[in-house]
Structures are given as structure tokens and as C-alpha cells.
């Protein structure tokens, strides 16, 4: 929801923004109506809505990540609208766990997984642990007993300073197909950074979306720009990043909020004075525009759907969570040149004033899950100056009607593969491992799903597992060999072998050839 101070929004939580639109969406008339408690829900004909979690399990979901069991973990705000460094003196804010153990679709038992924690801003479920985010850091919460409740917390990545007043300077983080996990940080407090491959120290005001190893190392700036709050990071099953943000685009009357594409390097607007920071390289003195207006939207969770569950038009397409405007919306892409634009349709209203969802996210049947905060949230929110913490929120599954839930079943180990064997089958288009399962098995779920056909005749060399294909042929070729240099010492040529690991060993250089005649 986006916080406003004097000037300009800076976000906090949500990302709100200077007041609620005229129109609060364009639900499609004559489609399918739902009532559950005081929200009429209206979806596509076809579709249908329901709830899957009580209050009593969780009272104020705000983000949400699955795991590899289809275990549900959810941020529970406490309902304080205090500012994040006043929570942090006394945190009450709580991680649950929700479990379908019937396979019924509805979460029937919960355990609180961590609780005690400060403001949280995103979560994440990877390899075994669950990472939170909130300012200034971001933490790394495992449960190394197994009993359900995690029993260390440890640091992962620090801002560097205390949380400004909105609390706006660390989203996520997420899960990138690539192994890295990606986080955002918000304008304008400067934070203090250093790149992992150049070892150059920056310390800018702007937005970025950043990422890193998993033990934090090799962290770099994916995307930056002017914007106030770059929130949610979602993949394709192109690897392609896509990211929401408020305030991010002001070239045209009725812009503001958007979706953004995020290539690599990409400058994005608002234009202000942070893009003139010599820590943001700008190619050119254009900025990149988001491929969706959303107008005051308020945009936070977003979610990449590739799945068939839907039918037909669904695969491939983006879920956003609009906070203003009381919806979810359908973003149908095409691609457009080295980027994309998107058709932006209404997918989920609630007729209730109260609605406002946080995230939205693809569960590993195609179904499509919902988190609705409930009406506790004023705090740097213009168009929330209503503070009804006893409007409890709500997390909703939304199935094609009829559609029966298909429970998640635990990843089974699979045999030894050789690097060779793994080489080919990366190279083959109709490789089976592409299925959603095992990609949201191996990397925690990335916000996106991908399930035969829709994975199964991608370019190689247009999808993430490429760097997997490289780091295979890394270990393949032969090792780097001494070369012969004529080096100039004392102005007079020297003839001297160059060893790989000397300093004056300049790099290797592989060439990757495809579709040679094998005779």
C-alpha cells in the first residue's frame, strides 16, 4: 500500500497511494456470482470461489508461500498500524502454517510457525526453510527439530540502518528458477551495497530489485529505477521476471501504478532525482515503462500461471492483487519486440468496501489462492485512514467450477544423474522435468507454475535451466590451458607462458554450436 508524505508516496506494506480510483473495477457482467460472508464475489462464468482458512487459523493474512507438500505459509499481521521501528520494540507478528490434510482443498490444521516477529513483508518457502522479510532485514527461519515451529532465526541480509516510517525498504523474497533468490528494496532511504561480481560499493536512494545465492553471496542489481515500491517478483516459464510497483510510471494522465518487465538492467521511471545517482547506470537517457497501467491500484501480490487447469487462454498469464481497488486482475500477455504488453481484464471482485487483497498465488493444481488482508491497514495510506482491525481478512481458493482440489504429494528422490546425461536432457524441448512439480519442488515454488504442454516446447535458450546448461559444460570441458603471451617489459618484448591462475590470464572463452551435422 503505498505511504504518502508530504510530495510523493513512499510505500510501506501494501503500497497504496494518494486515494482510492474513481471506478473500483469493472466487474464482467452476466459472470458468475459467489456470497460468502459480507463479500459477493463476481469471476469469470465458469469459475468459482470459496473459503479455505478460518480467522481462528488466521486473522490477517498478508503474504503467502507454498512448499513443497502444499503446506501453506502465511505472514499474520498483528493489526498494529504503529510504525515498523515502534512494532519492532515489542513484535508481535506471526508466521502460520496451514495444512489440507484431507485433501479437500481447505486448510484444516494450522500450527504457528514462528511468531514474535517484527512488521513482515513477504515469505518465502525455500529448501527447507522459511525466509521473511521485513525492515531492515531479511531472515532465514528453520525448523531443525521438526516439530513445526522453527527453532533458528538467522540474519540473511540487512538494510544497514534503522526502518524509516513506512517500513518500505525490504519486499520478499522470492524464489528465481535460477537457484538465486531475488528481494526488493523501496525508495527513497539510501542503503549501502556491494556487487558481488565487481566488488564495487554503491550506496543509492533508488529502487531495485536485487539478488543473491543462497548463502547471500554474489548479490547484484537485477532492475532499478524512480519508482516507490517495486513489491512483488513472479517468473515465467521463460524464466522472464516480471515485478509490481506503485508509482512508477507518470508519462501519461490516468498512469501511476503498474506490472513492469524486468530485464536485465532495466531503468524504470518515475523520473526524480534518484536516477541521477552515479551508483544507477542508465544506458540512454529513456526510461522503461510498465507493460500494464493499473492506474491507483495499489498493486502488491502477483503470481505467473502455467497451468492448463484453467482452459484454454489461462497459461501464461499474470495474476495482481489490487489492494485499492478491491480485485484481482487477469493480465493476458504478448510479446511485443525483446519485451511484452499485457491485456489487463477483471478476474476476482468483491463488492465488499473491506476487501483488499495482499497476494495471490498458483497452487500446484492450477487452482489459484487468495489472501485478503481485511481492514486493519491505515498506516502511510491515504485511501485507508479507516482503521477496522476488527475486519478480520480471509484466504480464498479459486477452481473452474466442478473442479475437484488435487493435493500436492511429496517430492519423491530421484536417481543419480550424470553431468553428460543431465546436459542432454536440458538440451531436449521435450523434456518431461519441466513439469511444475519438480520445478516447484527443487526451488521452493517461484511464484510461478509450469506443467505440460506449456513447458514442454520452450527455446532452450529462452528459459532459465540455460544457466544450468552452462554451469554443465563448465564442469565438461577441459580446463583452461597455459597460453603463450608476448608480454613489453622495459619497452622490449618478453615471450612468456600465461598460467590460468595468473593475474595476467585475461578469461576463457567457450562457443556453444547447435544443429552441426554429427558425420
Known sequence: MTSISPGFGSAGLLWMGLGLATTLGTANLGAATRQIGAHTFTLPEGFQIEAVASTEQVARPVNGSLDDQGRLYVTDSSGSTEPPATQAKNPQWRVIRLEDTDGDGRYDRSVVFADKLPML?????????????????????????????ADRRDEWWN???????????????????????????????????TNGFTGTVHQDKASHIFRARPDGSAMESVMTGGMDNPVDVVFNADGEAFFTSTFIDFSQPGFR???????????????????????????????????????AAAPSGLAAYDHSAFGAGYSGNLFA?????????????????????AKDTDFVVSSSIDFHPTDVLADADG??????????????????????ADVLGGVYRVTKTGASHQRSKAPTAAAPESELARVRRLGDRRDPSASGHQTIASTGGYRGFCAPPGCAA???LREARARRVLDALVDLAPSPKPRTSSLIVNKQPVIKEVQPEDAAFAGVVFKVQANMDPS
Open 121 to 149: 513483508q513477504g515469505i518465502l518457502w525455500h529448501q527447507g526453510s522459511v525466509y521473511v522479510g521485513g525492515t531492515p532485514a531479511i531472515w532465514k527461519l528453520t525448523d531443525a527439530d521438526g516439530d513445526g515451529r
Open 367 to 388: 487452482s489459484v489462492l487468495i489472501l485478503d488482508t481485511g481492514g486493519w491497514y491505515k498506516l502511510c495510506c491515504p485511501s485507508s485512514q479507516l482503521w477496522k
Open 257 to 295: 501504478d503498474g506490472v513492469g518487465h524486468a530485464s536485465f538492467g532495466a531503468v524504470f521511471g518515475k523520473a526524480n532525482s534518484v536516477l541521477e545517482d552515479r551508483a544507477v547506470f542508465r544506458p540512454g537517457p529513456a526510461l522503461a515503462h510498465p507493460i500494464a497501467q493499473l492506474g
Open 159 to 193: 538494510v544497514g540502518h534503522p526502518s524509516t516510517h513506512c517500513g518500505n525498504e525490504v519486499h520478499g523474497p522470492y524464489a528465481g528458477p535460477d537457484g538465486l533468490i531475488y528481494w526488493t528494496k523501496g525508495a527513497f532511504e539510501p542503503v549501502r551495497w
Open 321 to 341: 492483487s489490487a489492494f485499492n481497488l478491491r480485485k484481482i486482475s487477469r493480465l493476458q500477455l504478448e510479446r511485443d519486440g525483446a519485451s511484452f504488453r
Open 458 to 460: 520452450r527455446s532452450l
